[in-house]
């Protein structure tokens, strides 16, 4: 069995070779490797490598690859052990996504090489390239033309895996999963500490129904998830996890692929990625994602049963997206942080808290408290 490198930058020709032929390809002698991270992409839990090699002759597997390998520290391992991201990311590519594009109808980079250890959660993925493309970009936003693409491709991979059994695909996340109450601490620490950081965001009664239905019980919100209709969700397609080929869509990242409500998964596409030109039209995206979810399998689902649907969708980002922009503030004041960082996060936590108007979910939720 190959081995699981610690880095990408300790791959070798004789690695990739054999991982190549393990996961059933054919390569020529490989007689250079080069890793270049992706325009510094290094985040908590992993490098992301462009990785560029060089045959002894012509081949039918490619020149180059996007890489993907778990960060051999501590506080990686302990996000590791709360997301699942690598081991869902890996699950997916070894279960769902052998037929997911002629299934779904959604393009999806091919997975070359997946190697994940259960035990020290280590991983290495090697992808398809998307090249040439024009990258997604959440501050920049996008056309109407491309935001509706992603919304219909959302709405036909919902509605081929509607209320599917997919339990014997362990690594699929659930409302029920123990690791999502381990996080329950982190988000009432960064919301008691919310005065003067990010309260001036939330209206009054978004506030109130946060502190006394979520933080007072998140064990029953989570519950009242649990129990919607459900189908396999990306829970984080937004448009840096997308690039566009001409106008066509290609979706990445799947390190969290849920058993989730529609509503979860749409509600934070949207209220993400709007932008000023998208924003007055969205009730015609919201139409084609109810016609195109029943095309592929779903139920003819009203427009009052969708909203209802993504008010609660968008209380979880409300209710949780406070703790990473509070860490990219600190980090930010630090010195030490991300500019961009900051401002997507801000972006994305002003968008959720903007659609819970929209979409009614003091009402449809302040019902259930």
């Known amino acids: 069995m190959t081995e699981i490198l610690k880095t ?3 791959m070798t020709p004789e690695w990739l070779y054999g991982a190549l032929v393990e996961a059933g390809h ?3 002698e490989i007689v ?3 890793v270049t991270p992706l325009g510094g992409v290094t985040g908590v839990m992993g490098e992301v490598s462009v990785i560029e090699v060089g045959y002894g002759e012509a081949c039918e597997v490619p020149a180059q690859f996007i890489g993907k390998c778990s960060l051999d520290n501590e506080l990686a391992r302990l996000y590791a052990s709360v997301m699942l991201s690598y081991e869902r990311e890996h699950g997916f590519y070894r279960d769902l996504a052998p037929d997911f594009i002629a299934k779904t109808g959604v393009d999806i980079p091919r997975c070359y090489v ?3 250890d259960y035990q020290t959660r280590d991983a290495n993925l090697l992808l398809e390239r998307i090249y040439p493309c024009e990258a997604g970009d959440l501050l920049g936003g996008t056309t109407f033309e491309r935001l509706a693409t992603l919304v ?3 709405a036909r991979m919902h509605g081929a895996f509607w209320e599917m059994d997919l339990s014997g695909c362990d690594w699929l996340m659930t409302w029920a999963a123990p690791s999502l109450r381990l996080g329950i601490p982190f988000a009432a620490d960064s919301w008691s500490r919310r005065h003067g950081k990010f309260d001036h965001l939330y209206p009054a009664e978004l506030d109130r129904l946060v502190s006394e239905f979520w933080m007072a019980d998140t064990e029953t919100c989570l519950g009242l998830f649990l129990a919607r209709p459900a189908t396999f969700a990306h829970t984080d397609l937004e448009l840096d996890n997308v690039v566009f080929v001409d106008d066509a869509a290609v979706v990445l990242d799947w390190q969290t692929g849920m058993w989730s ?3 979860h998964d749409l509600g934070w596409l949207l209220s993400s990625c709007h ?4 924003l007055p039209r969205e009730p015609e995206l919201l139409e084609l994602y109810l016609r195109e979810f029943a095309a592929a399998g779903g139920p003819a ?8 649907d993504l008010a609660w969708g968008v209380f979880y980002p409300c209710s949780v997206s406070h703790v990473i922009y509070a860490n990219a503030l600190e980090a930010s004041a630090s010195g030490n942080g991300d500019q961009r960082a900051k401002h997507k996060f801000e972006a994305m936590l002003v968008g959720a808290i903007a659609a819970a108007g929209r979409w009614g979910t003091v009402e449809r939720v302040g019902a259930a408290a």
């Open 8 to 10: 990408l930058h300790d």
């Open 26 to 28: 054919s390569p020529a």
């Open 32 to 34: 250079s490797v080069d």
């Open 114 to 116: 997946n190697l994940f």
């Open 152 to 154: 219909a491709a959302m």
């Open 261 to 263: 409500f529609p509503g």
């Open 275 to 278: 932008n000023a030109e998208t």
């Open 301 to 308: 689902w009203s427009i009052e049963r969708l909203l209802d």
